[in-house]
């Protein structure tokens, strides 16, 4: 017997929503679909008319299903914004020099300009180089810290009102468990925000996907036919997301609304006032948003052009004791120098 979609169309359901477990045909799921993006750009007010906002585009499902839908909201609904597609290539060989071939389908068959920036021209390090130096143990911590940076950078250099990008419930659900696992209060206490940033020193994120399922994107990208990259980063294996990833997955067999019961928790969380947060200023260095000097990005960079590739990686004190030692090896090198050109 065949099962009808639960909206009353009159059309045979064919699909099951994760979300909801609701049977519907496709129509109904795209309306459904589009409907709740709309009700969390304009409940959260994610935008202003007439403001330029860049979509974060990595030709991955995520952002490819963002920039088709922000395109079709803002034409149905006269949000009246400026869409442009902002990419970042971290050299990464076979997987982000494919993935922006379809960064560049979706330029042209969303009518938007593109903007593409390289690790190479900003740092003058790819990924490819950077393992290469590091290994696949610490290899995601340049590459995200670079890659924030990066967005923010190109979103300077495009003028745009905020940046749009493509994380999902189950994005910030694992960076919740991620930041409980790690004990990390500070990113806890705004992980789960729907804007970040916005200061006069830096320009706003948003994300528009925050309360849509993974399942659910690839569903509509799927009977949307749309065009993206599906091929998982070669570094990322060894990620420490992957652990959570897989514990939310099982979570979610027991339990299928635990991506929303574990995001709604996040947002009621609550810190003394004695626990100490991090405050954002401008890195001395390189002028861009940090919570610490220099930030990150500097000190990782200054790591590898240092020949110290691992000068980043823990507390500050032991990156200080490495640059100490480095500079004591090189003036022990510098005075043997001068005694053997004396004979």
């Known amino acids: 017997m065949p099962i009808f979609c639960k909206s009353n169309c009159g059309n045979k359901a064919v699909l099951k929503r994760p979300k909801t477990s609701d049977a519907l045909c496709k129509e109904c799921f795209f309306a459904a679909f589009e409907a709740e993006i709309h009700h969390t750009i304009t ?56 993935s922006l071939e379809t960064v560049k389908q979706n330029r042209d068959d969303y009518k938007m300009s593109l903007k593409i920036l390289s690790y190479e021209e900003l740092y003058g390090w790819t990924m490819d180089r950077i393992v290469a130096q590091i290994g696949r143990s610490n290899n995601c911590t340049f590459c995200g810290v670079f890659r924030r940076q990066a967005l923010d950078r190109g979103a300077k250099l495009l003028e745009v009102d905020s940046i749009a990008t493509g994380h999902n419930a189950d994005d910030i659900a694992e960076t919740v468990l991620m930041n409980i696992l790690r004990g990390d209060t500070a990113r806890l206490s705004r992980c789960t925000d729907i804007r ?51 514990f939310l997955k099982d979570l979610e067999k027991v339990r299928p609304s635990v991506i929303m019961d574990i995001i709604h928790s996040g947002e009621q969380l609550r810190f003394k006032d004695t626990v100490k947060k991090p405050k954002r200023g401008i890195c001395e260095r390189c002028g861009f948003v940090s919570s610490q000097q220099p930030c990150k990005a500097c000190v990782l960079l200054e790591g590898l052009n240092r020949g110290l590739p691992k000068l980043g990686i823990g507390k500050k004190s032991k990156g200080d004791r490495m640059i100490a030692n480095q500079e004591k090896e090189m003036a022990l090198r510098e005075k043997a120098n001068l005694v053997k050109n004396d004979f």
């Open 196 to 246: 970040t940033g916005g200061s006069e020193d830096s320009i706003p994120r948003v994300k528009p996907l925050k309360y849509t399922y993974e399942k659910e994107i690839v569903m509509y990208a799927h009977y949307k036919k749309l065009v993206y990259f599906s091929t998982e980063c070669i570094f990322a294996p060894n990620a420490y997301r992957g652990h959570a990833r897989a």
């Open 43 to 98: 409940t959260s007010k994610l935008f202003k008319q007439g403001e330029k906002v860049a979509v974060a585009a990595s030709g991955g499902k995520d952002s490819t299903v963002l920039a088709h839908v922000l395109k079709l909201l803002n034409e149905r609904h006269n949000y009246g914004l400026e869409l442009v597609l902002l990419s970042i290539d971290e050299g990464i060989t076979g997987y982000r020099d494919d």
